[in-house]
């Protein structure tokens, strides 16, 4: 099947500009946007336990953990860690 233009699609540079105005969290996956929920008082102390952890066992060497709210981009998406 040849490839085809995507409709409706955003660029990359169209979500970063709009994430910079924007109060709702969203995730770019193949140029389409997905709005990301807020997190529940449990999903906060679970990723801050572990955070906890991953900071105490990466502490002297030449990695950073970071909790939450980060942007990653792999390939032409960006994901939110959560």
Do not use: W
């Not at 169209?14 to 140029?31: F, M, R, V």
């Not at 709210?69 to 939110?80: A, L």
Request: hydrophobic share 40%; net charge neutral.
């Amino acid at each position: 099947m040849p490839n085809l233009k995507k409709i409706n699609a955003i660029t990359e540079e169209a979500y970063l500009q709009g994430e910079l105005a924007s109060t709702i969290k969203h995730e770019l996956i193949d140029g389409r946007l997905y709005a990301m929920a807020g997190a529940s008082a449990n999903h906060e102390r679970i990723t801050g336990n572990i955070y906890s952890e991953f900071r105490s066992h990466l502490k002297n060497l030449p990695c950073e953990p970071f909790g939450s709210d980060m942007k990653v981009k792999v390939g032409s998406n960006f994901f939110i860690l959560m």
